[in-house]
């Protein structure tokens, strides 16, 4: 039995229960592939589609394959003002990759919004780990403890 039957299992197939399903499989393999998709649809008697419209809905659960480095800037206000957008310059340059990039299979670089941290930043996030008052010069020595 694989571990995406094993998750399904540990569920009643009830609609109120294709979210929790979703996200047990994203946290277990960093995504909900097609055909783990098509596994969902099929014990919830649910069209395709709708498990898509459920995964396209919440950001915090992918449908590709995600990058082994995820670097996440913060360019809300204060962070701008303290610097995000030359860290983000400095990050591009550092790994030949431009925020947005979606082609990158090693590294993905992001401008994200708000963190709520506003007090601490610049902000970066690498892989969900957050860094707050970062430096152009400091991203440096962040970024080596991940590559």
């Not at 925020?99 to 610049?122: M, T, Y």
């Amino acid at each position: 039995m694989s571990t995406v039957e094993k998750i399904l299992l540990e569920f009643e197939p009830e609609t109120r229960n294709l979210l929790p399903v979703l996200k047990r499989i994203s946290a277990a393999f960093g995504y909900v592939s097609q055909k783990d998709a098509q596994k969902a649809a099929k014990y919830f008697d649910l069209p395709l589609s709708r498990v898509y419209e459920t995964v396209s809905f919440y950001d915090l659960i992918n449908i590709k394959k995600q990058p082994e480095l995820t670097i996440e800037v913060c360019s809300g206000t204060n962070c701008a003002v303290n610097g995000s957008f030359e860290i983000i310059r400095e990050i591009e340059n550092l790994f030949h990759v431009k925020a947005g990039d979606e082609n990158n299979p090693r590294i993905k670089l992001e401008i994200i919004s708000c963190l709520g941290q506003c007090g601490e930043g610049p902000v970066v996030v690498v892989n969900g780990k957050v860094y707050t008052k970062v430096t152009v010069s400091g991203v440096h020595g962040i970024l080596k403890e991940w590559v």
